[in-house]
């Protein structure tokens, strides 16, 4: 069976410091990858997704990067964090062939002071 | 403008009651998904409708697909508390990668 991972669950860094998100996802290839924001338990903003290593899209121009560097490995990172990127950030992933159904992973709570 | 809307965004019911959450968009959507979340955890997928007037059942929860395929309902039948949660409705276009999501529906159920 399939899974997906995503850590750390909670962090708390300062303003201005680097931020590195870490997802896995086993049991299948070539997944479709999602990284989104979600604010005061509402709605998702998707802040990027990939379709394959190396190939990333950019919904959102932020703060932040994205990186696939293994198949099944998707990285959210910042060179340096702002106050207004505190939020609760949700890996997911889906069948390459059909983007209709995510899968998440659990979820990492930032906080930046 | 959100592509998918949801209502009511607040629900607060006492266990028992029956209730019915909408999903609604102007534009015609190849599949349509429902999730639940709870706090501090992802949200994970309770059904997948694709072809117009489906209806899928989920024990106490009945999930309908508009005939046009604009819309959706979900159903809960004699609500429990353990039911709370965020409820978010979600649709893929064909030839997309990117589900749309709507904002939620936010549910308590009181025992």
């Known amino acids: 069976s399939q899974t997906i991972h995503q850590w750390p669950a909670t962090l708390v860094q300062p303003v201005g410091s680097p931020l590195s998100l870490e997802c896995t996802v086993e049991?299948?290839?070539?997944?479709?990858l999602y990284w989104y924001r979600q604010a005061a338990g509402r709605g998702l903003q998707l802040l990027f997704y990939s379709v394959g290593i190396g190939q990333i899209s950019s919904e959102v121009p932020q703060n932040l990067s994205a990186s696939r560097p293994q198949d099944r490995q998707f990285i959210l990172s910042s060179k340096k964090l702002l106050l207004s990127d505190s939020g609760f950030y949700l890996c997911?992933?889906?069948?390459?062939?059909?983007?209709?159904?995510?899968?998440f992973g659990e979820g990492s709570r930032l906080t930046v002071l | 403008t959100q592509l998918l809307e949801q209502s009511p965004q607040f629900l607060s019911i006492q266990e028992g009651e029956n209730l019915t959450v909408y999903c609604n968009s102007s534009s015609v959507f190849s599949s349509l998904q429902w999730y639940r979340q709870e706090p501090g955890e992802g949200p994970v997928l309770l059904v997948t409708v694709v072809t117009g007037g489906e209806v899928k059942k989920l024990k106490r929860l009945t999930f309908q697909f508009g005939d046009a395929r604009k819309d959706s309902s979900l159903h809960i039948t004699a609500a429990q508390p353990g039911d709370t949660g965020l409820y978010l409705c979600?649709?893929?276009?064909?030839?997309?990668?990117?589900?749309?999501f709507g904002r939620g529906t936010s549910l308590i159920v009181h025992p």
């Open positions: 979600a649709g893929a276009r064909g030839g997309s990668y990117i589900p749309t």
């Open positions: 997911a992933w889906s069948r390459t062939s059909y983007a209709g159904e995510l899968f």
């Open positions: 049991g299948t290839s070539n997944p479709n």
